[in-house]
């Protein structure tokens, strides 16, 4: 059963402990101090860190990275609760389309909608992201509309 969580942007104050839950998923952190902004964090009533989830923006376009969730709240739906508050918060922004890289996670993003796509018809910007160009070099590429 989910417990209750509070879903909040994050600052430049919460970039350490990003960090220690990305690296404790085994996720790259290159990059995110640059879009701290668009990450957002989820949060139980004790202040417990049940997850984060992250956003580049490219114009129309965004990079969804980050998504992780503490391995004690994992299978309870936070993963998909912080997914959707980064679409509707891409959306608001005026991103159209979600891209996004995978290694182990391609079966679980596609029940939130994404398909996958050739690396090649990805838009430039997207792909000299640092994700693209330093790190998830054999990582499945997927994507989808935000509305």
Not at 35 to 41: G, H, K, M, R, V
Not at 58 to 76: C, D, H, I, P, T
Not at 83 to 93: D, H
Request: with cysteine; aromatic share 8%.
């Amino acid at each position: 059963m989910k417990t209750e969580m509070s879903i909040r942007f994050a600052t430049a104050v919460d970039l350490p402990e990003i960090e220690r839950l990305l690296e404790a998923n085994k996720l790259p952190t290159i990059g995110i101090e640059k879009c701290i902004s668009n990450f957002i964090l989820a949060m139980n009533p004790d202040g417990v860190w049940v997850g984060v989830a992250g956003l580049e923006v490219y114009g129309q376009n965004g990079l969804l990275r980050s998504v992780a969730v503490n391995e004690q709240f994992r299978s309870l739906g936070y993963g998909r609760a912080l997914v959707e508050a980064i679409l509707r918060n891409a959306r608001l922004s005026g991103v159209q389309t979600i891209y996004l890289l995978t290694d182990t996670a391609e079966e679980y993003f596609k029940t939130l909608g994404f398909g996958v796509v050739d690396r090649r018809g990805i838009p430039e910007d997207v792909r000299a992201s640092p994700e693209f160009t330093e790190c998830c070099e054999t990582a499945v590429a997927m994507h989808r509309l935000t509305s």
